[in-house]
């Protein structure tokens, strides 16, 4: 359960990398980073806004906020649009958990919670508030901020 959560709410976005079948926890970091990279210096975040990130911190900046939404749309969680994108996460949830019942389950109520919520039609506050259901959510279904990635 706790990689499955890490990938989904620690970014706020989905990092699933899987490799022959199973998910590659090396390689989901190194994804991460990578796009990370990427978006921190489209939006102009700085290193604090990494570590608030990486952290599970709400975001103290806009470019923090922006940094996330960036993410979000490069795993292809968050559309054009600013929604996020349910059947997408749920593809990124089944990968990491390797389709297992139990976890999909709390996975899919997470998902489809969160997915519903009404959000800022700023992207960069949008992505804030979805993060901020999914850490809510997690904490609803007995997940602690402790978990492991």
């Known amino acids: 359960m706790s990689k499955l959560l890490s990938v989904l709410f620690v970014m706020g976005i989905v990092a699933a990398v899987v490799v022959r079948g199973e998910f ?11 796009k990370a990279g990427e978006c921190k210096t489209e939006v102009g975040a700085t290193d604090a806004d990494i570590e608030e990130l990486v952290g599970r911190k709400p975001a103290s900046t ?10 979000m749309k490069k ?8 929604k996020f994108v349910t059947d997408v996460a749920l593809k990124h949830a089944e990968k990491v958990t390797d389709g297992a ?7 899919s109520e997470i998902i489809n919670a969160c997915a519903g919520i009404e959000v800022s039609s700023d992207h960069c506050q949008a992505a804030e508030d979805y993060g901020k259901c999914f850490k809510q959510q ?5 997940i602690n901020e402790n978990y492991q990635f």
Not at 62 to 71: D, I, N, P, V
Not at 75 to 82: L, P, Q, R
Not at 138 to 142: I, R
Request: glycine letters at 8%; aromatic letters at 2%; a positive charge.
């Open 101 to 107: 019942a139990d976890k999909m389950k709390v996975a």
């Open 138 to 142: 997690a904490s609803a279904h007995g």
């Open 62 to 71: 806009m470019e923090g906020k922006c940094l996330r939404a960036c993410l």
């Open 75 to 82: 795993f292809e969680v968050m559309d054009a649009s600013g």
């Open 24 to 34: 590659d926890r090396q390689a989901a970091h190194e994804k991460l980073k990578m």
